[in-house]
């Protein structure tokens, strides 16, 4: 059986304009300053779309690269940056705030308020894992791709927890504490991996580590993959690994590429597949393992994590029209999923 491609997939033009994916490629990225570039006068640029801190409608061009994990009756966006006019010319700055943005009320791009929240403990990073708790109404965030040289974040094995307060509209970020440390200083911190929290547990798939997230990387001058999927529970605060070499290392692998390992991809969680739920993962690219060459993953092969049985299996897909339907492979996409009929899921 091959799952047929919904005619939804077209995610990335999400209506919270908030969540925009980009298309820069990772060395536009690694080129974005720390902030410096900021005018003084952003301060007074205050709209009615944005509490503060952030450009003015007629300055503003893009947010790119951030997280956004829903919780409660609030999305959240967290990291990435954006960029504005400025005499001219673009200037891009990292962001300095978690924003908050209702689902519980209606609003179009012109009436929506986002609250802004401090972040001042965080590191500046692109794409950093973000996790959904709702059991225990918290966010965690993990990794991400460091925006500017910044030692503090590279050298400290860290993750935050973010404690909503005044319904959602609020809150603030705490460093969370791991059960078991010595086990988390372990994992190196993913860049571009493809997560999502499922049944209570947090997971990242793949990604790619450097010197702008590990100081373990600091000589690699290109990532080098990460060949595991990071697991970490939000109740007994345990974290884990699971290996990726009976997914990407046998003929049954996406595209029979062994020695190829996932990077910018996308990942679903459905929660009632398989009794302990399951996770899909697809798009993004695979990456060699000396991380100087990649391939992209192909939209017609999607990855399938079974909870309960701990096992990997790979999934055909087709489109309305056979092969020929499936949409182009993509990487840094967002997804998102919701129940269907008779016990179907909708990505």
Request: aromatic letters at 10%; one cysteine or more.
């Amino acid at each position: 059986m091959r799952v047929p491609w919904p005619v939804a997939i077209a995610c990335s033009t999400v209506t919270v304009a908030a969540a925009a994916a980009s298309q820069m490629h990772d060395d536009e990225i690694r080129s974005v300053g720390d902030g410096a570039s900021t005018s003084s006068s952003s301060s007074a640029h205050v709209e009615a779309r944005q509490a503060s801190g952030n450009p003015a409608v007629d300055s503003f061009i893009r947010r790119f690269h951030p997280s956004a994990a829903r919780l409660g009756d609030y999305l959240y966006v967290d990291g990435g940056s954006i960029s504005r006019l400025v005499n001219d010319s673009s200037q891009v700055r990292a962001m300095n705030a978690t924003v908050a943005i209702p689902l519980n009320e209606a609003w179009t791009n012109q009436t929506l308020t986002m609250r802004e929240i401090d972040r001042t403990l965080l590191p500046n990073v692109n794409l950093p894992v973000l996790w959904a708790d709702p059991a225990g109404n918290a966010l965690y965030t993990y990794g991400g791709d460091s925006i500017g040289t910044n030692s503090t974040y590279t050298r400290a094995q860290q993750y935050f927890k973010f404690t909503p307060a005044g319904g959602g509209r609020d809150g603030s970020w705490s460093e969370a504490t791991p059960a078991d440390a010595f086990k988390f200083s372990q994992l190196y911190k993913p860049a571009r991996s493809a997560f999502t929290s499922c049944n209570g547990v947090g997971y990242s798939l793949g990604g790619y580590a450097y010197g702008g997230t590990d100081d373990r990387f600091s000589g690699a001058d290109s990532g080098l993959p990460l060949a595991g999927m990071a697991t970490y529970d939000f109740a007994t605060r345990l974290w884990d690994n699971v290996s990726l070499a009976d997914a990407f290392s046998g003929g049954n692998s996406a595209g029979g590429m062994p020695g190829y390992y996932p990077t910018n991809g996308a990942a679903v969680c459905l929660p009632d597949l398989g009794g302990a739920g399951a996770l899909m993962f697809f798009g993004g690219r695979g990456l060699s393992a000396n991380g100087r060459d990649s391939v992209p993953l192909q939209l017609n092969d999607m990855l399938i994590y079974d909870i309960a049985g701990k096992r990997w299996l790979w999934q055909g897909t087709r489109g309305a029209d056979g092969a020929a339907g499936v949409p182009r492979h993509r990487r840094d996409a967002c997804a998102a999923v919701g129940r269907g009929r008779n016990g179907t899921y909708e990505v």
